[in-house]
């Protein structure tokens, strides 16, 4: 029995589970190719923007700005790029960007969910749709007659919706919580990465770097050196009056 033929059989509630399981498979693969990308490549951008602030905030701000195709770059871009902020300005970026980021890092979850919670029950629809049809065809003096055999095999066949719509669900779910959980763990490493940078913005704030002080002393004014000898006030000699003779 081949897939095409069960789809049939399921009746028309597979319809509907066909249009949420490409849903599903869509965003599953998207999220898939979302988080591998940011997964191998966030810890080198944090290592090497953290190292760089240790040396030249001009430095870290460019390596961040590189970045900023990824959350993490864009997180640690958005504190380094304001031209004058103090501790609380630069805290108050940390924490609204990564409150943006990590709300994009959720996308699709709503859909998944969705997913999770309709495809039970589109199966259950599907299945009692089947039953009401295969027991319309009963006739109670039909009961221990060949006649009725076709009627097990239509509720048979009426549970293939139930288990397509839990199939959907069961894979949707998993892929759902391991979504849930990488964001879980990117709180984690926004938090460590932001207390990082800002502990380093209050050790070394941005225009603090050691500069090299002269110190010039001041001579103490050097009186003018005297052109001409000092003349003493006093005569060195008075004339002698002259004996007389």
């Known amino acids: 029995m081949d897939i095409l033929d069960l789809f049939k059989k399921g009746g028309p509630a597979m319809w509907p589970l066909l249009v949420l399981s490409v849903l599903s498979v869509s965003v599953i693969f998207e999220r898939l190719w979302f988080w591998l990308r940011i997964l191998s490549q966030e810890k080198q951008v944090v290592e090497r923007v953290l190292d760089a602030a240790i040396d030249s905030w001009e430095i870290a701000t460019e390596i961040a ?123 984690k490493v926004f938090n460590k990465a932001g207390n990082d940078l800002e502990l380093l913005y209050r050790q070394s704030p941005p225009g603090s770097e050691k500069k090299e002080f002269v110190f010039i002393t001041e001579e103490s004014p050097v009186e003018e050196e005297l052109t001409h000898p000092i003349e003493n006030p006093v005569t060195s000699s008075e004339s002698e009056p002259e004996n007389e003779s």
């Open 65 to 187: 700005q590189k970045a900023t195709d990824q959350p993490i770059g864009r997180f640690l871009y958005a504190p380094l790029r304001l031209q004058k902020s103090d501790a609380e300005t630069f805290k108050l970026a940390l924490e609204s960007t990564a409150a943006e980021e990590i709300a994009g890092m959720r996308r699709g979850e709503k859909l998944l969910e969705s997913v999770i919670a309709l495809s039970p029950l589109l199966g259950l629809l599907g299945t009692v749709l089947g039953l009401i049809q295969s027991l319309r065809a009963i006739r109670i003096g039909d009961l221990g007659t060949e006649s009725t055999a076709g009627v097990t095999t239509g509720i048979g066949e009426s549970l293939i919706s139930t288990a397509s719509g839990l199939i959907v669900a069961i894979v949707t779910l998993v892929f759902y919580r391991l979504f849930q959980s990488f964001a879980v763990n990117q709180v």
